[in-house]
């Protein structure tokens, strides 16, 4: 199990917190994205308060993560289209599941992937993530395109964090002691991908149902 974690090139963030850098193959991830925004489409999810948040969303899998004036809960249907969100393409589950295995969390089994679209000026605040039922499960989170840095503050929402910069095709396992940690982005600067534009996009994959 831990031969994994040292034949990639691997960072421990903090405990239960490990980035894979250039884990993913983002290019060929690339078109398979395209093809599920095709079914169900990019929005800005609203919060309770009324507020859009600043990046826009979709899923994929059995349970997709929707947040509306109702609240945040998972689903399985689309609220845009009424229909179900597109399955989890396999190649999505597979590197989900790799990179579980790989930071020693082996037995994954995601049935949702929330995807984010982030531009330049747009940002995550710290928020914890504990509507999926099962929190002993980890969240696997792929990043594509441009660089973000993401930071982690621990068990309070204020206070020190920890930074890292994400960069394309970096992976970042999330799970035991730090599994509830809060975490962020800060706003986007501007920079240019050569495939992927101006443009972030986030995968977490989750178990949480
Ligand atoms: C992002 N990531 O990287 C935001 N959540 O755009 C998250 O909010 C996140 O990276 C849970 C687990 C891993 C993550
Ligand atoms: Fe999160």
């Known amino acids: 199990m831990m031969r994994d974690l040292f034949d990639t090139d691997s960072l421990e963030i903090c405990p239960g917190m490990v980035l894979l850098r250039q884990f993913a193959d983002t290019a060929s991830l690339q078109p398979v994205l395209e093809s599920l925004l095709a079914v169900s489409p990019l929005r800005r999810m609203q919060t309770t308060r009324g507020f859009y948040l600043s990046v826009q969303s979709s899923n994929c899998g059995q349970l997709g993560w929707v947040s509306d004036r109702r609240g945040y809960r998972y689903s399985e249907l689309d609220p ?30 995601p049935d949702g992937c929330l995807i984010n679209q982030y531009v330049p000026g747009t940002q995550m605040g710290a928020h914890q993530d504990r509507d999926e039922s099962d929190v002993d499960a980890p969240i696997v989170s792929v990043s594509m395109g441009i660089d973000a840095r993401f930071f982690v503050t621990g068990s309070e929402r204020r206070g020190r964090s920890t930074a ?46």
């Open 80 to 109: 845009l289209t009424g229909q179900a969100w597109p399955d989890m393409p396999a190649a999505f589950r597979t590197l989900a599941q790799q990179a579980a295995r790989s930071a020693g969390f082996a037995g994954f089994d």
């Open 164 to 209: 890292v910069d994400l960069s394309d095709g970096d992976v970042v396992v999330f799970g035991g002691p730090a599994r509830l940690h809060y975490h962020g982005v800060r706003k986007l600067k501007h920079s240019e991908h050569p495939r992927f534009g101006a443009v972030r996009w986030n995968l977490t994959f989750r178990k949480a149902g």
